[in-house]
């Protein structure tokens, strides 16, 4: 909730003055812009995929429960969260370099939405491939069950839980990291489309036929990139 409440207050500052984030519209960023960037990113994906994982964290919190009941030592449940967060907020890094280098390239405009079709639309058809892959369904496979991530992976302490949570993020990276990219497409900061694959990351992983949900996404967002690369989008 803190995280949409940022994100929600950081749009209504945008709408105000383009971006009040002190990064520069044209100039070349510094450090401290980039720090900024950063900050946002990583909010942004606290926002958008902590929900998604609400499943594998429950599970984790009722294994220790009954650990708990049986005498068993038990590890805070914000350790497991707190390396999932660090697996994204290390794709965030990934994610503000990248930004950086397309404002470099004055490929990005002040809204944070790419100005170049061509490379929208490759993105597009690139994350509509990617949904067919078998990486794509092996990562996804981790993400949908808890219960079988728990019994393969489990660690004993506080160090354990820190790296199942790391463990599990890196699944859940595997498995939306083209998604995620798509923000760039959408507008970084756009929160209706933010609102929007955050839902459809929730929906692949919790619907019962999430192969074919995701198969029929990838055509379609293949479909579109094709559009806009030759202009009828």
């Known amino acids: 909730m803190l995280a949409w409440w940022y994100l929600f207050d950081m749009a209504a500052d945008m709408s105000g003055d383009m ?98 079709p061509l490379l929208s639309g490759g993105l597009l058809v690139a994350a509509g491939i990617f949904q067919w892959t078998p990486l794509k369904q092996a990562c996804l496979a981790g993400c949908r069950s808890p219960v ?31 998604l995620m990219a798509l923000l760039f497409v959408t507008g970084v900061m756009n929160l209706l489309w933010v609102a929007v694959i955050a839902t459809f990351v929730i929906a692949e992983k919790l619907l019962p036929r999430a192969k074919l949900v995701g198969r029929l996404s990838g055509a379609a967002l293949s479909a579109i990139g094709l559009a806009v690369i030759f202009g009828t989008w």
Request: hydrophobic share 55%; net charge positive; glycine share 6%.
């Open 19 to 116: 971006l009040n984030l002190s990064i520069p519209v044209i100039e070349a960023w510094n450090l401290t812009d980039l720090v900024l960037l950063f900050i946002m990113w990583t909010v942004m994906m606290i926002a958008m995929m902590v929900p998604s994982a609400a499943p594998m964290i429950l599970a984790f919190v009722t294994v220790n429960q009954r650990r708990g009941n049986n005498a068993r030592p038990v590890v805070p449940t914000y350790v497991f969260v707190l390396g999932y967060v660090v697996t994204w907020s290390a794709y965030a890094a990934v994610a503000t370099m990248a930004q950086w280098g397309l404002h470099t390239a004055a490929l990005i405009s002040p809204r944070m939405v790419l100005t170049s």
């Open 148 to 178: 079988t991530f728990l019994m393969s992976e489990w660690r004993e302490g506080t160090r354990g839980a820190f790296v199942m949570g790391l463990r599990h993020g890196s699944y859940c990276v595997g498995c939306c990291w083209m």
